[in-house]
């Protein structure tokens, strides 16, 4: 049974920084692309980040890029999201998503294209 735990949300102020951690479990991690979305209130669900099968490439929404870095640790099953400069437009919840095939970043860029999901961790920035 595949599972994917994510964790280090929390509340942050403006301009400070937090690294969210998705640890999986039940496959191969590293046959999959995996990859960030997140989820404000009344908002669909968005692209973030996602890193290759092999690590090798990532992909950045605009809206991220230069502030957010998105890393993989196969030795222990897990993917990360670095977050500095946070914004109160960051506020949302984060969603860790795993998409199987030996998939690139740029596979996994929209929210169909992932095979399985985590249960979400909340960020809150404050003003």
């Known amino acids: 049974q595949v599972q994917l735990v994510e964790s280090g949300g929390g509340l942050v102020q403006a301009g400070g920084s937090l690294r969210l951690s998705c640890a999986a479990s039940?496959?191969?991690?590293?046959?999959?692309?995996t990859g960030w979305f997140r989820q404000a209130p009344g908002k669909e669900r968005e692209f973030v980040a996602s890193?290759?099968?092999?690590?090798?490439?990532?992909y950045y929404s605009d809206s991220v890029k230069g502030r957010f870095t998105i890393s993989r640790n196969y030795a222990k099953n897990a993917v990360y999201l670095q977050m500095n400069s946070l914004k109160p437009e960051d506020t949302a919840d984060y969603y860790c998503?795993?998409?199987?095939?030996?998939?690139?970043?740029?596979?996994?860029?929209?929210?169909?294209?992932?095979?399985?999901w985590g249960q979400g961790t909340q960020v809150t920035v404050s003003s």
């Open positions: 998503a795993l998409k199987t095939g030996l998939a690139t970043a740029q596979d996994l860029t929209v929210p169909k294209a992932a095979d399985f």
């Open positions: 039940g496959l191969t991690f590293n046959e999959y692309a």
């Open positions: 890193i290759s099968w092999s690590g090798s490439s990532t």
